[in-house]
């Protein structure tokens, strides 16, 4: 079974460029997060899809960045007008369901550079 | 607040030395803990959890005990192989989300 994929792999961008990054979810997996990796820092959460459900937005930065997720699968987070301090690697996860304990699986990434 | 501390790195170890990364974390409630995995050029992966105080996760000859009383959650491993050099990151899930650590980075020399 296939896991969880990103694409693109990498993303070069000038600065006040929209971007686009998709995630596919392994089949089946009602929940999906996008987190953000910063050189040197940890995994930023960033958004949350679990279901039908509203998803929780608590983490992304600014109103430049939004997420969609069609069809309860494929899921795409948009940033607006990039700023050279979103570079950085986009990570997407998915599991079963969003109760305790989950095992989240991740996708390898989206590496965003905003020139 | 929330959050998850862990110690910093890089950490070198020569091979068969023993590790351990300390992980500790502030939360209301009694969140899961994890510890993830992101080797070489690989996307991060679960080494191992636990979901309640006491409890033990082990994987690859990796351990961690979840301490309510210390709130920590530290990895441990007797003999580390060249094959260990990755980034650790420690987790808390709590509610909807994952806390993570800044990660700790891990090279292993024979």
């Known amino acids: 079974g296939a896991g969880v994929s990103q694409s693109p792999s990498n993303k070069v961008t000038e600065k006040g460029k929209d971007v686009e990054l998709r995630c596919d979810p392994i089949?089946?997996?009602?929940?999906l997060y996008w987190y953000r990796q910063s050189l040197g820092q940890g995994l930023e959460f960033l958004i949350y899809?679990?279901?039908?459900?509203?998803?929780?937005k608590s983490g992304l930065p600014s109103d430049r960045f939004s997420a969609e997720r069609t069809g309860g699968s494929v899921s795409t987070l948009t940033i607006q007008r990039t700023q050279q301090e979103d570079s950085a690697v986009y990570l997407c996860?998915?599991?079963?369901?969003?109760?305790?304990?989950?095992?989240?699986?991740f996708g390898p990434g989206t590496r965003l550079l905003v020139l | 607040g929330n959050s998850v501390t862990q110690m910093e790195g890089p950490v070198t170890l020569s091979e068969e030395a023993f590790l351990t990364i300390n992980c500790t974390y502030t939360?209301?409630?009694?969140?899961?803990l994890f510890w993830y995995v992101q080797y070489p050029g690989e996307g991060l992966q679960l080494l191992l959890k636990?979901?309640?105080?006491?409890d033990k996760g082990s994987n690859k000859g990796f351990e961690a005990t979840y301490r309510k009383e210390t709130t920590s959650f530290h990895l441990e491993k007797g003999s580390v192989q060249v094959s260990d050099s990755a980034v650790y990151f420690c987790?808390?899930?709590?509610?909807?989300?994952?806390?993570f650590g800044t990660g700790t980075s891990l090279t292993v020399i024979p």
């Open positions: 996860a998915s599991s079963l369901d969003s109760g305790s304990g989950k095992t989240q699986y």
């Open positions: 089949s089946g997996h009602t929940a």
């Open positions: 899809f679990q279901g039908n459900s509203a998803p929780d």
């Open positions: 939360a209301t409630g009694y969140p899961s």
């Open positions: 636990a979901t309640k105080a006491d």
């Open positions: 987790a808390r899930w709590t509610g909807n989300q994952f806390y």
